[in-house]
Each structure stands twice: as structure tokens, then as C-alpha cells.
């Protein structure tokens, strides 16, 4: 007759519920591995939180200066600048 599988502890599930919420597994080279999960804010991942969040001194202060908007307006990677010609009838 086999041996009977024992239930978990109130602490012992607490600490169980807690490794899933602050680990995850991965396969690394056909091996699974527990690494930590990475950070969140509401739900969302951090650099997306402040990518969308934070105002332009805030990541002039913290020198992310690839994720400022130039002229007020979000810079696209596809955009064009613009030319400028000098207008004639300015002289």
C-alpha cells in the first residue's frame, strides 16, 4: 500500500504562495531554473510605468534622456524632421 501524501501547513503554504509570486521557472539550456520575477508596477513593467508616467525633469535628473520627447510632441522612430528652407520675403 503506498504511503499517503501529507497536507501543507498554514505556514508552509504561505511560504509557497509567496516563492510564486516573487519567482517564476524558466528553461535555461533544458534545465528548469527559478529566477525572479521582474519588477511591476499596476500590473505593468517598470521602464513602461515611467516611460509613460514621468515628466521630462524627472528624466533629465535621472539621465534617460532617449525616452524625452522633443518639442512636446513623442519622437517617432519613423518621422521625418523637417526641412527648412529660409523664406524669401523675410529679407
Request: a positive charge; charged letters at 40%; hydrophobic letters at 35%.
Amino acid at each position: 500500500m503506498a504511503k499517503m501524501k501529507r497536507k501543507l501547513t498554514a505556514r508552509e503554504k504561505a511560504e509557497k504562495a509567496r516563492r510564486k509570486r516573487e519567482f517564476m521557472t524558466i528553461f535555461i539550456h533544458g534545465k528548469m531554473k527559478r529566477v525572479r520575477r521582474p519588477q511591476q508596477i499596476d500590473g505593468i513593467d517598470a521602464d513602461e510605468f515611467i516611460r509613460r508616467n514621468a515628466d521630462p525633469l524627472w528624466l533629465h535628473q535621472n539621465e534617460m534622456w532617449e525616452d524625452m520627447e522633443e518639442g512636446g510632441a513623442p519622437v517617432e522612430e519613423n518621422s521625418q524632421p523637417m526641412k527648412t528652407t529660409p523664406d524669401e520675403d523675410a529679407f
